[in-house]
Structures are given as structure tokens and as C-alpha cells.
């Protein structure tokens, strides 16, 4: 065990539910295998944020007072960096920040006044992509202090097991003899949702009518998704689940065929990383997704995934189509996603990495 100890400072984690509670749970987890860890952490809504930001300055204050031992303070994303800041200043600590996508890119210049300048000022800034480091280079951080260091996976399934009959009851949908095509997700432009459907699922239908695309998740775009079903008529090959269970989301990706992200571009919301992409390849379901933003950092191509040219519907039509008409193809493909994706992205990798990143900040602050 590595002799530091870190003070871990999150406002999204569980008993919240997301990818970032997610994120910061399986992270503290991992790290705290190697280093102790003083963590601080939010698991109610972000509504109270005004008032929770005030007592994560507080409690880190006395924590830092109490306990001198702490050598990092972390801050879990970039929201939370002026407090990292205040703390810095005060208890001359190096402070970093983790840096997601969207607490980078956020489109409102009182946020990009307010909270971008003390993340440049943090003295290590970890993106969990390539694109969020490169947009935090341009906001302000410094090149030699930014690190890209991409999110970790489970197994959460030990043996892969579809059961399309369960999962035909479970969604109240028959199954049977159709080909599935899946997305999860929030329901939000930059995830092509309506995009897919309106320029590529046609043209899968006509070569295959027994293609149904799944689509697990919520969010804003779902009327203007509905719309496009309709107007496409394939209100026969689609089905908008809404949000699921996990159990639900478990049998999808163990029982469909295609792992589908067919992200397009929209400023100012961009995809920090694709994690689903990960859950989807443990379930040795392949994925074919737009090479766009941080999806490139979780799939490697012809590895874990297969990566297009984002809007690009004839290079979305190539890849599913070798896949479809292929089982055998499918299944190697699938078993090779995910050793590859249990290998690359490991947890004990990915805590490795931070903890390389707390011992530089702390060898040049002695």
C-alpha cells in the first residue's frame, strides 16, 4: 500500500444514481485498494448544490485542519474546483480536478467565468477523454499539467447469458425471430437517437423487416424521436422502453445483437466518454459507434468496437451490415470485446494511473 493519503471530495455519488455517482464510487473504490482515501462525498439532489458546495468547503477545511497527513485534496469534477481552490490556498495542498465533458464545455459564460479559471488553476487536471482534455487545454489548463486518464470497467456479469424469452416478458414485447439493435442512454440530441432512425434504420429494414431497434433511456429528445419513428414509419421496428431497471438493462445487453451510439455533433453537450459502450462489450455484445469526442478513447477500433465517421449513414450501414449477416463474425466479435475491454480498462489500471498523478504532485510540493 502506497504511503499517502488523499482528501476525496464528490458531489455525485451513490445513493444518487448516474454515470458520474457511478464513476466516483467504482474510482474511490479502486484507489483506496493502494491509498487511504478522507472522502467527502453527495449523494442527495444536485438542487441543493448552492448549499452543498458551502459544507464540502467546510468539512474539507476541518478535515485538512484535523488531519495533516492528507497530501492531495481531489476533487471529483469541475463544478467543485473553486472549493479544491479555497482549500489549496489555505492549507497550501496541490489540488486536482477531474474534468468530464460537459463541466468544461457547459454553454453559459457565468459558469465558464465563474468556475473554468480555478480549474486552469488546479495543479493537475484529469480528463476521462482525449476530447475533454483538449477542450480543457483551450478553456485555460495548462498542457503540462493536463492528464488523460479514461474510465474503468467491471465485470458485471462473470458469464454472459442471453435469455430473450425473460426479456420478451420483461418489456412486454415479442421477441422472437427479430434481429435487435440497441441504445441506452439519456435521450438527448448529441446521441443521434433520431438521427439513426431517420437515416440509417430504413435502410436496414428494407434488407432485413425483422430488425427491431431498442431504445432504453429518457430524456428531452423523446417526442422529437417519436416524430421520426412515425414519419420513417417504423413504428414496427422500434420500441422506446424509457428508463429500465438494471436487471432489464442486464438482459439487454446480454440478448441483443448490436450495441448501437450513433452520437452526432451538437456545441457545447459533448460525450465525455461513452462508458455504455464498456457495458455493452462486457456483455460481448458488439458496438458500433461514431468516432466522435470521447467514444475514441473507450473503443478502440476493430478491438472492443467498431468505429465510424459520425453522420456518416452508409459507413453506420457497412458496419452493422457485416455484423447482422454474420453470426459467427458477431460472436468472435463479442468474446474479443470483451477480454479486450476487461484488459484495457481495468480499475486497478485506471487507480494506478491517479495515484502516478497524486505522487508527481506531491514529490514537487516537497
Known sequence: MVEMKVLFIARRFPPSVGGMERFAKDLSGAIEHQIELSKITWGGSNKLLPLVLPWFFVKGFWRL??????KVIHMQDAVQAPIGWLLHVIFRKPYVVVAHGLDITYNSKIYQILILPFVGRADAVISISSATGDEAI?????????????????????????????????I?????DRTLLLTTGRLVKRKGVEWFITNVLPQLVKKDQNVLYLVAGDGVERDKINEAVTSNNMTDNVVLLGRVSDSVRSLLYQSCDVFVMPNIVVPGDMEG?????????????PVVASNLEGIADAIKNNKNGILVKSG?????????????????????????????????YSWENIANQYIKVYQELVSKDV
Open 312 to 344: 456518416d449513414k452508409e459507413a453506420f450501414l457497412r458496419a452493422l451490415d457485416k455484423l447482422l449477416k454474420d453470426r459467427t463474425y458477431r460472436k468472435k466479435f463479442g468474446e474479443k470485446a470483451r477480454e479486450f475491454t476487461l484488459n484495457e
Open 138 to 170: 483551450k478553456r485555460g489548463t495548462m498542457p503540462g499539467k493536463s492528464h488523460v486518464i479514461t474510465l474503468g470497467t467491471h465485470d458485471d456479469y462473470g458469464k454472459v447469458v442471453p435469455d430473450r424469452e425473460q426479456l420478451s416478458q420483461e
Open 172 to 176: 412486454s414485447y415479442v421477441l422472437e
Open 273 to 285: 466518454f461513452g462508458i455504455v459502450a464498456h457495458e455493452a462489450a462486457t456483455a460481448k455484445l
Open 65 to 70: 485542519l484535523s488531519n495533516r497527513d492528507i
